[in-house]
């Protein structure tokens, strides 16, 4: 399974798309800062703007991105499972 790349919704701006296919999981916003480098925020997307959440600050859009996963029902210990990747990459 192939992930899908985030979808650019305005300059700074990403939407990532996982298990749903209309509401996003996470919102990816481009900020640069006082030295010049841009900085990625990975929020987790809710419709409900109080149970939105900062999840990490990244040095990439790549990165931000790899950070999603996608939602398993079934635990598999310390690994999410496919189509999540492997920690050890």
């Given at each position: 399974?192939?992930?899908?790349?985030?979808i650019r919704y305005d300059r700074d701006t990403w939407l990532v798309m996982r298990d749903d296919v209309v509401v996003p999981k996470a919102v990816i916003r481009r900020y640069t800062d006082k030295g010049g480098h841009d900085q990625y925020l990975l929020i987790r997307w809710d419709l409900d703007p109080s149970k939105r959440r900062l999840m990490a600050v990244c040095p990439s859009l790549e990165r931000a991105d790899d950070l999603v996963r996608y939602d398993n029902n079934v635990s598999h210990g310390y690994w999410d499972g496919p189509p999540n990747p492997h920690p050890s990459g």
């Open positions: 399974m192939t992930r899908p790349k985030p």
